[in-house]
């Protein structure tokens, strides 16, 4: 668990320097690396892209698939004038587990390869001179880890990652490296919260530092006027007539704490903040007292080349293909994205609903596996997997708490919940993660297929519902298209026959379709399929008044593991990988951009 995750940024006090770039790379099969010295550095590996997944760069199915340990290193130069403050390296993300050394002495290490952590180096690294830092990192997969899998050792000696999930295990430093220089004793964390009236909004924010300095606070509108000011750790600023954050039109403030000590100004931080609320009340999902119905998409942080590495080409592509075709929300399945996804989301008021790895807890996983036929939840692993899953819960949310673009916390993906056994876990879970978020955003997971109203023993958490379905693909496919139909409906019936009064999302559904693939009459894998199957769902949500959203699978293609279900990856794409339309994209433009964006 990290003490402050805030975004690196730079003014009079802080500085932030990427260590992005080549960096030196290996392979340790043999698990030497530390006998072998390769914490002080070395330099005959590879030059290494970072960031960047390390397996779709190589030619070689072993270097391709490798599991196990890997190294990185790099030299860095630490300024003279850095002296007096605090040194810190910090990691976007390491996949899936990282223990980091500098100048050969082991600081720390991380388990989770989708949240940012800090090794704190400040009395290790030499000011004025060269420095090394190396990591080592392990992408192997276990029942007692997120994402949850089983790493297989082939009859040649070789592991091979079996995932319980349905997305390649792409792995290495999948986001950016930043060398940091803060005050010591400075500014770790903060939070707001909000109170929204017709021509008021309050602020009420909290700040935390490790010092008994005081605060000034402000808060600037986008043309740089200050707007209010108040003083303390916590504190009220209340903003007459303001523009309010909304769905598809964003405004956004800037929020402004400068730490004094002693009365001298010691150390300032400053982040932009949308003035909005959030409420679930009955069957409807609110934002800023208006009801809201979710257009957008399950989607994931894929690329070619550099496979789950954070390309801001990429993210800026997506966000113009999600506006074009009138998509007001996505999910960030199945994994906590990188930082600057959410700092787009919050520029063009596009809704997410954040989600930590806890993918793959189903034996029987969609990864066609097979797997055992038994709860994953009776699992011996379970214990150790917990403690890692509100980790990473605490963390995504200590991260992410205070973008205006976060909508719900996703704490789950189709886990399965049809046992008795899964219920003490969802328990504490539930309870456990019921305080971290200051705003209290609503908590949910996606319902997989399996998991109906009356399967699910674990209904009474979510506090609305995602649910991911496949009539039409993975059974009733083809020409019995219409007894999906008619099975969703009676699904539908049943919720709407209890007394739930919760709002529903459809989190996943749709076809795989080969782009290019035309058939007359359809045939599945056409990209006539994937319209008609849109066309019966869309049916099926415009029947129910409690179904307050729809995202179907996925917004691109993505790679996956190779296997007789998988075609180069998951073709489930409104778009090809290269994000280019399929004919399903020009449909769901019409659809969506008939409803009114904020609606
Ligand atoms: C029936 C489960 C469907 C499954 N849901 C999780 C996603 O990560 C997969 O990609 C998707 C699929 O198989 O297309």
Redesign the pocket.
């Known amino acids: 668990m990290e003490k402050g995750l805030l975004y690196p940024i730079i003014n009079q006090y802080r500085s932030d320097q990427k260590l992005d770039g080549l960096w030196n790379f290996k392979f340790d099969p043999a698990a030497e690396g530390e006998s072998q010295g390769w914490q002080k550095g070395f330099n005959n590996g590879i030059k290494m892209p970072v960031p960047a997944s390390f397996n779709d760069f190589f030619t070689d199915k072993d270097a391709r698939e490798y599991t196990g340990d890997f190294w990185y290193s790099k030299e860095f130069f630490v300024p003279k004038y850095y002296e007096g403050q605090e040194i810190q390296i910090r990691f976007g993300a390491a996949t899936h587990r990282a223990v980091v050394y500098v100048n050969g002495q082991e600081i720390r290490s991380h388990e989770g390869g989708f949240l940012p952590f800090t090794a704190e180096v400040t009395n290790t690294v030499k000011f004025g001179e060269k420095n090394i830092v190396s990591v080592k990192i392990n992408n192997e997969l276990h029942r007692d880890a997120l994402p949850a899998g089983d790493t297989a050792t082939l009859k040649n000696g070789k592991k091979m990652a079996k995932p319980f999930?349905?997305?390649y295990n792409y792995s290495g430093l999948n986001r950016s490296v930043h060398l940091l220089a803060v005050p010591k004793n400075g500014i770790y964390d903060y939070s707001t919260t909000y109170e929204i009236s017709d021509h008021e909004a309050i602020v009420h924010y909290s700040v935390n530092a490790d010092t008994d300095g005081d605060f000034k606070v402000s808060l600037t509108d986008e043309n740089g006027n200050v707007v209010a000011t108040s003083t303390g750790k916590d504190g009220d600023l209340t903003v007459k007539n303001p523009t309010l954050w909304n769905v598809r039109d964003a405004y956004l403030y800037t929020i402004r704490f400068e730490l004094i000590d002693n009365g001298k100004p010691v150390d300032e931080y400053g982040d932009q903040i949308g003035l909005r609320t959030i409420e679930i009340k009955g069957h409807q999902i609110l934002v800023n007292h208006k009801s809201v119905y979710l257009r957008g998409f399950?989607r994931h942080e894929d690329s070619i080349y550099a496979g789950r590495g954070f390309d801001m080409n990429v993210e800026r592509r997506d966000v113009n293909l999600m506006k074009w075709i009138g998509a007001n929300s996505f999910r960030s399945?199945?994994y906590p994205y990188d930082e600057q996804v959410y700092k787009f989301a919050d520029r063009e008021g596009i809704l997410v609903i954040d989600e930590v790895p806890a993918?793959g807890f189903k034996m029987a996983a969609?990864s066609f596996l097979g797997g055992l036929d038994q709860s994953f939840f009776d699992g011996d692993w379970i214990h150790d997997l917990y403690k890692k899953h509100i980790d990473q819960v605490t963390d995504l949310i200590k991260r992410d708490k205070n973008h205006p673009s976060v909508l719900a916390w996703s704490l789950l993906?189709?886990p399965d919940t049809s046992k008795k056994s899964a219920v003490p876990y969802f328990e504490k879970l539930f309870k456990d993660s019921a305080n971290l978020d200051p705003e209290k955003r609503p908590r949910t997971f996606t319902l997989?297929?399996d998991d109906t109203i009356d399967v699910s023993k674990c209904l009474r958490f979510p506090d609305f519902y995602l649910l991911?379905r496949?009539p039409g693909w993975?059974h009733k496919w083809g020409y019995e298209i219409s007894d999906g139909e008619a099975g969703l409906r009676a699904e539908l019936d049943e919720w709407k026959k209890s007394d739930i009064d919760k709002p529903i999302v459809f989190s996943?559904y749709?076809a795989?379709t080969e782009p290019g693939l035309h058939k007359l009459p359809s045939i599945m894998w056409s990209e006539e399929y994937q319209i008609e199957l849109l066309e019966m769902f869309d049916r099926v949500f415009d029947s129910y008044d409690f179904i307050r959203g729809e995202q179907p699978?996925?917004l691109a293609d993505f790679q996956?593991v190779e296997g007789n279900m998988r075609v180069n990856g998951?073709k489930?794409g409104i778009f090809t990988r290269d994000r280019q339309p399929k004919a399903a994209a020009f449909y769901l433009r019409k659809r969506w951009n008939k409803l009114p964006l904020d609606w």
């Open positions: 999930f349905d997305f399950g399945s199945h993918v969609a993906n189709e997989n297929e991911n496949y993975y996943e749709g795989d699978w996925n996956t998951n489930k």
